[in-house]
């Protein structure tokens, strides 16, 4: 809850107006687990609230610890889904990436979350559970919405978990600590600029419109050429950074003639291009293309004024790397 919010729940319990922000800060700053710690509010307005409400907070259900590090954690939802996000630790940093929707609608023929279909949005508070309940929750440095789902897809949800991960009374985060991901819902991502601050990632993965719809369905609804046009409009140069992810199939789009039309299509436009590496899932034709040709293709769109790095792949041991995650408990069929 935002503070207005709980400004009504405590009119609501019998509480003094200002109790809202002591509630936010056990929330919020303190991580308190039950709302019996919150020691600062009368024993009566503790008890009105224990009857109304809860924290929230679930723990996960199932968890998996790849050799690299990174942890993939499997997260119960309030409408009965299970959702899975990941912990990758990175020397000083720390990143979780965390889904937005059980499923997906987008149905990206080389994802596993968009083969397994649609569940359901997920609500503002089984996002922030995902952040909340984490082991290693303190250590985070940075959050991606690039695990299960589309962003812009369950809008009203995401922007509400970000304001109050970045609200001076919530977790007051930086928006430059957060990243949110969309293959490029055009109302999503116009109204994500006007209300939001956190960085925007686009899911490009072919410069080709035609080529593009073969991999990628939502490019029929979400076209290319149009969502280019609304983000070139658009002042980069400031806190927001603007990022490409770009997965790399040998022989489909890693020719010269995809980063030539990459330089031609990005190099207008102030930004930076992830290179990824596809993680093979069963029955697809798509190939990850080779070492050397990741590098070269980096070379060339930097070499051409596309800053361009390569993503280093984490957790794929256990299903954790980009476009591996589904809502299947361990072992299940």
Known sequence: MTLDELKAVATEVGLPGFAAKQIMEWVYGKHVRSIDEMTNLSKNGRTALSERYEIGCKEPSDVQQSVDGTAKYLFPTESGQQVECVFIPDGE?????VSSQAGCRMGCRFCMTG??????????????????????????????????????????????ATQLLTDSNGWAWSPKRITVSTVGVRKGVERFLKESDCHLAISLHNPFPEERLQMMPAEKAYGLEDLLALLGKQDWSHQRRLSFEYIVFGGLNDSERHARELVRLLAPIECRVNLIRFHEIPDTPYKGASEEKMVWLRDYLTKHGVTTTIRASRGQDIYAACGLLHSKVKGEE
């Open 93 to 97: 940093r720390a990143t979780l990436c």
């Open 115 to 160: 083969r397994q279909g649609f569940g359901g949005n997920l609500t503002a508070t089984d996002i922030l559970n995902q952040v909340y309940s984490v082991p290693g929750s303190e250590l985070l440095t940075n959050i991606v919405f690039m695990g299960q789902g589309e962003p812009m897809d369950n809008l009203d949800a995401v922007l509400k």
